[in-house]
């Protein structure tokens, strides 16, 4: 696999995998207008400014994108929040695992981020694989997400010092 | 000494000016404020203030006076997605010269009702820093500790400091 900075003709990609509504449930937009923002924002504006959204290849296919939403602001830019999100077609192959590893190594090497944090929803199966990777769960924003139905879910904080 | 001001006639909360941003800006550029704030340069509260005055636009700011002067203000952020707009982030700062005089209660107190005019936001959450005498505020106001960060923000290459979360449910009373 390798991995380039994202470009922005890939954001429909991006947009299609995040359209599946396996896909969709473990992030915090809802619809197709959400869908495009955040896709635009991720690589649109941190691949744009700071060069953090990257795309995963297994040769000449996409497979994964990930991101790193860095701050402007000094005070905060050793740290950063992170998203990650995987070929749906190409799950339980390992390609998680291998690009969180990487996208580790790029986070401390490349941008000298020394705290890297995550969000996940609480039934999302990606926790245990965070965990694996030696993310240590630090707080449980109770009740943050409210679905179309009614119900709410609550958002797993987790953070790893690098 | 604490000494409650906002009884006073000469004291008024109203709606964010636009016109008022250097004044904001000047108060975030006093170090006895932006230390409890992650600024720590001009372009940093440039940009603070910048994201301020779109909020506002929303009506979502408000400013504290005294004798027609600002003194404080406060505002809350709106988050973008609908699954999560049920959440506000508010923010306040007052005057040094005007602090434990009750405007920060006051400030707080009225986002809290701002939110409420917002029929989606359900919870308002405040961000702080250890140490930060806002905390008392939130406690006062029903606020309750959400989750601790460790380490969030960095004043310097060997200090850190956690960010707290409060959050209030706006089906408490204020």
Not at chain 1, 123 to 149: C, I, M, Q, S, W
Not at chain 2, 97 to 125: C, P, Y
Request: proline share 4%; net charge neutral.
């Amino acid at each position: 696999m390798r991995y380039e900075v994202s470009l922005e003709d890939q954001i429909p990609i991006l947009a299609s995998w995040l359209s599946d509504p396996q896909i969709l449930r473990w992030f915090p937009m809802v619809n197709q207008l959400e869908i495009e923002d955040a896709s635009k924002i991720w690589i649109g504006y941190f691949g744009k400014t700071f060069g953090s959204a990257f795309t995963v290849w297994e040769g000449e296919q996409v497979v994964g994108f990930f991101n790193f939403y860095l701050s402007p602001i000094q005070k905060l830019r050793h740290q950063t929040l992170f998203s990650i999100i995987v070929h749906p077609e190409k799950r339980g192959q390992g390609i998680g695992r291998q690009t969180l590893q990487e996208l580790k190594k790029r986070a401390k090497n490349d941008f000298g981020i020394s705290l890297l944090h995550l969000e996940v929803y609480r039934e999302n199966p990606a926790r245990k694989l965070y965990l694996e990777e030696g993310f240590e769960e630090y707080g449980v924003h109770v009740n943050f997400l409210k679905e179309e139905d009614g119900t709410y879910r609550d958002k797993i904080l987790m953070q790893q010092w690098l | 000494m604490f000494h409650d001001i906002t009884k006073e006639s000469q004291f008024d909360i109203r709606y964010f000016e636009e016109k008022e941003a250097p004044i904001l800006k000047n108060h975030l550029l006093n170090p006895l404020i932006q230390k409890w704030f992650p600024l720590s340069s001009e372009i940093d509260v440039d940009l603070f203030t910048r994201n301020w005055v779109n909020f506002a636009k929303h009506r979502t700011a408000i400013t504290a006076l005294w004798d027609q002067q600002p003194i404080g203000f406060g505002a809350i952020f709106l988050l973008p997605y609908k699954k999560v707009a049920i959440h506000t982030m508010a923010y306040l700062l007052v005057d040094p010269a005007f602090q434990r005089k009750g405007v920060g209660t006051s400030l707080m107190r009225n986002l809290i009702h701002l939110s409420r005019d917002f029929r989606i936001i359900e919870k308002v959450q405040c961000e702080i820093y250890q140490g930060c005498a806002l905390e008392g505020i939130l406690k006062r106001l029903s606020f309750e500790k959400a989750f601790t960060q460790e380490g969030f923000v960095r004043f310097s290459e060997f200090e850190t400091s956690a960010r707290i979360i409060f959050e209030r449910s706006n089906k408490i009373e204020v």
